[in-house]
């Protein structure tokens, strides 16, 4: 009775900490570090799943405006929106992710982003939630990702989308 407990416990924090990447109240780089890349733009899904669609639009010259869309939403549900830009490290390019709730406290959200050349494709790595460090200037936190963004797991589950629309 005791082991059914304990693993039971264990398990239920397992899911409670799964799925949510790496985040900070400071942002990779400002918001105007690179410009928007127009191949973004437009309706996406995830390869896997058509449940949500991602509608990304230009909000500027280097941010993104992001409303994702639930195909079966509950009753009083709404869209969530989000908004995003581009930090280049070291030639590679990152997402800066955060909802549009309260535009005063924002809470970042980091993903390793590749576009495809071949396809209208593009693939999400998010940074790993078990990163433990916490971040008060930009700076810093550009300086490690520099120093651990070649390791793999630094990385967590890879999303990858497909263009739905045009």
């Known amino acids: 009775m005791k082991k059914t407990f304990i693993w039971s416990l264990l398990i239920g924090i397992g ?18 570090a690179v410009k928007i890349d127009s191949k973004l733009l437009g309706k996406w899904q995830k390869r ?22 639930d195909k079966t939403p509950s009753e009083g549900s709404e869209p969530k929106k989000y908004s995003a830009f581009l930090s280049n490290v070291n030639g590679t390019k990152f997402l800066n992710l955060y909802e549009k709730k309260d535009e005063d406290s924002k809470t970042y959200y980091f993903y390793k982003l590749e576009i495809s050349d071949e396809t209208e494709a593009f693939t999400l790595f998010p940074v ?39």
Not at 48 to 69: A, F, H
């Open 15 to 32: 899911f409670m900490f799964m799925g949510c990447p790496y985040n900070s109240s400071v942002s990779i780089d400002n918001t105007n």
């Open 48 to 69: 896997t799943s058509d449940d949500e669609t991602y509608i990304v639009t230009q909000k500027d010259d280097y941010t993104y405006d992001i409303l994702e869309k």
């Open 128 to 166: 790993t939630e078990y990163i433990t460090e916490t971040f008060t200037a930009s700076s810093d936190l550009k300086k490690f990702v520099q120093a651990n963004m070649g390791l793999s797991f630094f990385y967590g589950s890879k999303e990858e989308y497909i263009k739905v629309g045009k």
